[in-house]
Every structure is written in C-alpha cells, then in structure tokens.
C-alpha cells in the first residue's frame, strides 16, 4: 500500500489545517485497516493524533480532540486531516499511517511539512 499526503506547506495562526492522504494499491474499507495521522514537531518525537477505521469510526488524541477531525472520501480512497485554530506550535512534518492494528503504523507517507506562521 501506497500512502500520499498532500495539502499547503503554510498555515496562518487560527485558520484550518487540513491534509489529504491519497491511498494506492489497497483499500481504506477494506476490513480491520485504521488509517492514522502522526505529526513530529522540530526537535520533538511523533504524536498520534488520530485514525478513521475501515468501518468509518473515527479516533482522536485526547489533547488534540477537541480541534481534530478525521474523514474520508471512500469514492477518491482518501482520508483527510482537519486541524482548527492552529498555532506556531502545529508547525511539523505531518504523516499518515496504516495497519491492520490499531494504534499500529507498518506503512507510512513520505510526510509533509507544515508550517504556522503570519
């Protein structure tokens, strides 16, 4: 499986992040695969933020839920990322990830960089 993550390298504080990650050679309904998003902040370690399932049942980090959303489009097999009132501190290489585990990541995107900055 092929994962591919795509959306604006820049961000203004307050707006909407929002990233796509484009799947190729499997299926995100196909069963027990939960498609994740992790971010690394410079100089810091991965942070899980959340996942959608095959079902379409979302899951969220307790200290990001509260401006996180996860969907899907099963028509294009993508998965998008939605983070609101961002701040310099959202600046990061965002990820998406998959496993037929939850909270497992055997297959990863190339990242994308994200910076929040006026």
């Known amino acids: 499986v092929r994962l591919t993550e795509s959306g604006p390298g820049l961000v203004k504080p307050s707006q909407i992040l929002s990233l796509t990650c484009t799947v190729s050679g499997g299926s995100i309904t196909a069963n027990y695969g939960y498609w994740s998003w992790i971010r690394q902040p410079p100089g810091k370690g991965l942070e899980w933020m959340g996942a959608?399932?095959?079902?379409?049942?979302?899951y969220y980090s307790p200290s990001l839920k509260s401006r996180t959303s996860i969907s899907r489009d099963t028509s294009k097999n993508q998965f998008t990322l939605q983070l609101s009132s961002v701040t310099p501190e959202d600046t990061a290489v965002y990820y998406c990830?998959?496993?037929?585990?939850?909270?497992?990541?055997?297959?990863w995107g190339q990242g994308t960089q994200v910076t929040v900055s006026s």
């Open positions: 990830a998959t496993d037929h585990d939850y909270m497992s990541f055997g297959s």
């Open positions: 959608i399932d095959y079902s379409g049942t979302t």
